[in-house]
């Protein structure tokens, strides 16, 4: 039976035993109210989770510091650089989901923030067939769009118009996608996720 991350749960399931407290807890920084990229121990993305939760992992032993701020939390015996990428020190098995959820947000970074029509700065998204010609709302269908070319395609096919897709539009797969595709992305997190400096969320 899969493992669970440390600092989850499963519906339905009890909880995972919390970890101890430390002896001496960290003083409370602003560095804390963070997140960090949690790295299973084969350096594979895992999941995010708070600075907090970054630092008590750490603190317990369960995981070191990858990567850290300038931040440092302040203890009576002890001080640490805030964590922003943290590997855990044992490797766990975690059931992935199945797809990425189709948000607003993520059909924008899929396109790269532009409009697939003109090449705009993308405002909103269109849907390529439709949905009252019975199209669906769903990734091979979703674009991002400007708000000019999708009021000028209102409920018009691309045929009638006339306008072509540069590529068609698909499921975003990978690491980034699987945990980041609703979420903004600290650039350090870049290198362990396999996201090039051009692509942004």
């Known amino acids: 039976m899969p493992r669970s991350v440390p600092g989850s749960s ?9 970890d101890p407290v430390p002896a001496v807890l960290p003083v409370p920084s602003p ?3 963070g997140a960090s990229l949690l790295l299973n121990a084969t350096f594979e993305p895992l999941c995010v989770v708070s ?12 995981a070191v510091a990858v990567d850290s ?30 797809s990425v959820p189709l948000s ?12 697939v029509y003109c090449g705009g700065s993308a405002t909103s998204i269109d849907h390529v067939v439709p949905r009252s ?7 091979d269908n979703v674009v991002a769009a400007c708000r000019r070319c999708n009021h000028t395609k ?4 691309l045929a009638e118009l006339g306008w072509s897709l540069p590529q068609a539009p698909r499921t975003p797969t990978g690491a980034a996608w699987r945990l980041l595709g609703h979420r903004t992305v600290d650039p350090r997190w870049r290198e ?7 692509v942004s969320a």
């Open 10 to 18: 499963t519906a339905g399931q009890p909880g995972p035993r919390r």
């Open 69 to 98: 701020t300038a931040d440092v939390v302040h203890a009576e015996t002890v001080s640490l650089p805030v964590p922003v990428v943290v590997r855990l020190t044992r490797y766990v098995r975690v059931p992935y989901p199945s």
């Open 154 to 157: 209102a409920d018009r096919s």
């Open 104 to 115: 607003r947000r993520a059909v924008f970074t899929r396109d790269g923030q532009t409009c």
């Open 133 to 139: 010609r019975g199209g669906t709302h769903t990734w």
């Open 51 to 62: 600075s907090r939760r970054a630092i008590v992992l750490v603190l317990a032993d369960k």
């Open 192 to 198: 362990w996720l396999g996201m090039p400096e051009s």
């Open 31 to 33: 560095g804390t109210t």
